[in-house]
């Protein structure tokens, strides 16, 4: 998203929505790292090579959702 010139009015309301989107990346990041965490901690998990493979792999796709939230909320200020 681009907000275009900054002296144009509305850019400054554009431009705070940066701020949405760096705290809507912390949803998708927050359940990256609990299923990190629960793919090396839970003795269930750890013990299922096939449950901690998926475990892994949503937690990557949570790091690529909650990464590309970010940048995409940094995008206006560039």
């Known amino acids: 998203m681009f907000c275009g010139d900054p002296s144009r009015p509305g850019y400054a309301s554009c431009a705070e929505?940066?701020?949405?989107?760096?705290?809507?990346?912390?949803?998708?990041?927050?359940l990256a790292l609990?299923?990190?965490?629960?793919?090396f901690a839970?003795?269930?998990i750890r013990q299922n090579a096939s449950l901690r493979t998926r475990t892994l792999l949503?937690?990557?796709?949570?790091?690529?959702?909650?990464?590309?939230?970010?940048?995409?909320?940094a995008l206006p200020s560039v």
Do not use: D, K
């Not at 949503?58 to 909320?73: P, R």
């Open 42 to 44: 839970t003795p269930a």
């Open 58 to 73: 949503y937690s990557l796709i949570a790091w690529a959702i909650a990464g590309f939230t970010y940048v995409l909320g």
């Open 17 to 30: 929505q940066e701020g949405l989107f760096a705290i809507a990346s912390l949803i998708p990041a927050m």
């Open 34 to 39: 609990v299923l990190m965490v629960a793919a």
